[in-house]
């Protein structure tokens, strides 16, 4: 998980329908206009690679300076938070600029991803939420490659779902649905993202991302995690507790069904020539 550590590492709120709703955070963007009803509500950071840009009077947040991605833990805060997972879908993607501004991101892979999020009234900033330390994120070591990110894509054939695992019982923790099912995907996904990254202001829960990169010198690689889905109703109601594991797979629908990823998750075996899977304990 240390290559990642060049990678600017940054999300995107409600691109999935009714997620916001069930983590609470509608209130958080009531003042956020979109450009339609579907539309995420913005892009946030949460990890920063480089401090600062020597001589620029920008500055990252110092939390967010902290490396927080893991395979295989989920660390809790120290305090009574409650932290709930997050599955999500992220692509590993190339960056370029013209003239010092971004012009193009270029997805290159995808996995599985847990968008670990502290449940807190009140935050200032998405971000705020999002990096508590080490080990408060997850990134599955098995990515799988992207042809296109467009249709007729291998991301056509994949579906998310995930599950909890207390004891010695196991409960469906998302809602096991298909990739094409985000609000905003492949171009349509690009084309927002490059307009967020280069035209985000500071406002609300929201932040610019375009002065974050400047700090840290128009990072070439990112991490974007796309957006968290829906919760099951165990899910919705249920928050990270030591001893713990939270399990996402991001599996091909054509090669598995939900009853073969159920059984794998029994069994803690994975194919990873057909999903990318993350298992976190939590500690």
């Given at each position: 998980?240390?290559?990642?550590?060049?990678?600017?590492?940054?999300?995107?709120a409600?691109?999935?329908?009714?997620?916001?709703?069930?983590a609470?955070?509608l209130?958080?963007?009531?003042?956020?206009?979109?450009?339609?009803?579907?539309?995420?509500?913005?892009?946030?950071?949460?990890?920063l690679?480089?401090?600062?840009?020597?001589?620029?009077?920008?500055r990252?947040?110092?939390?967010?300076?902290?490396?927080?991605?893991?395979?295989?833990?989920?660390?809790?805060?120290?305090?009574?938070?409650?932290?709930?997972?997050?599955?999500e879908?992220a692509?590993?993607?190339?960056?370029e600029?013209?003239?010092?501004?971004?012009?193009?991101?270029?997805?290159?892979?995808?996995?599985?991803?847990?968008?670990?999020?502290?449940?807190?009234?009140?935050?200032n900033?998405?971000?705020?939420?999002?990096n508590?330390?080490?080990?408060?994120?997850?990134?599955?070591?098995?990515?799988?490659?992207?042809?296109?990110?467009?249709?007729?894509?291998?991301?056509?054939?994949?579906?998310?779902?995930?599950?909890?695992?207390?004891?010695?019982?196991?409960?469906?923790?998302?809602?096991?649905?298909?990739?094409?099912?985000?609000?905003?995907?492949?171009e349509?996904?690009?084309?927002?993202?490059?307009?967020?990254l280069?035209?985000?202001e500071?406002?609300g829960?929201?932040?610019?991302?375009?002065?974050y990169m400047?700090?840290?010198?128009?990072?070439?690689?990112?991490?974007?995690?796309?957006?968290?889905?829906?919760?099951?109703?165990y899910?919705?109601?249920t928050?990270?507790?030591a001893?713990?594991?939270?399990?996402?797979a991001?599996?091909?629908k054509?090669?598995?069904?939900s009853?073969?990823i159920?059984?794998?998750?029994?069994?803690?075996?994975?194919?990873?020539?057909?999903?990318?899977v993350?298992?976190?304990?939590?500690?």
């Amino acid at each position: 998980m240390a290559k990642y550590k060049k990678f600017i590492g940054l999300g995107i709120a409600g691109n999935f329908a009714l997620h916001l709703a069930q983590a609470g955070e509608l209130e958080d963007f009531k003042d956020i206009i979109t450009a339609e009803e579907a539309a995420p509500k913005g892009m946030f950071p949460f990890y920063l690679p480089k401090a600062e840009l020597e001589g620029s009077p920008l500055r990252a947040k110092d939390i967010l300076q902290t490396y927080p991605l893991s395979t295989s833990n989920i660390k809790l805060p120290n305090s009574t938070t409650n932290v709930q997972a997050e599955p999500e879908v992220a692509l590993i993607c190339d960056l370029e600029y013209t003239a010092g501004k971004l012009s193009k991101i270029i997805p290159t892979y995808f996995g599985a991803y847990n968008d670990c999020s502290i449940r807190v009234a009140g935050a200032n900033k998405i971000s705020d939420k999002k990096n508590w330390g080490e080990e408060s994120k997850g990134l599955s070591n098995t990515l799988i490659k992207i042809d296109k990110f467009s249709e007729g894509g291998v991301m056509d054939n994949y579906a998310i779902t995930s599950f909890l695992r207390r004891d010695t019982k196991i409960e469906a923790y998302g809602e096991d649905v298909e990739l094409t099912g985000y609000s905003y995907f492949y171009e349509k996904l690009l084309d927002w993202m490059l307009n967020q990254l280069t035209s985000q202001e500071d406002f609300g829960p929201l932040e610019s991302i375009e002065e974050y990169m400047l700090a840290c010198g128009n990072p070439k690689e990112a991490i974007i995690s796309i957006g968290a889905t829906r919760y099951t109703p165990y899910g919705e109601k249920t928050f990270l507790k030591a001893g713990d594991e939270i399990i996402i797979a991001v599996y091909d629908k054509n090669k598995n069904s939900s009853e073969d990823i159920l059984k794998s998750v029994e069994n803690r075996s994975y194919d990873a020539n057909s999903m990318s899977v993350l298992a976190q304990k939590v500690y």
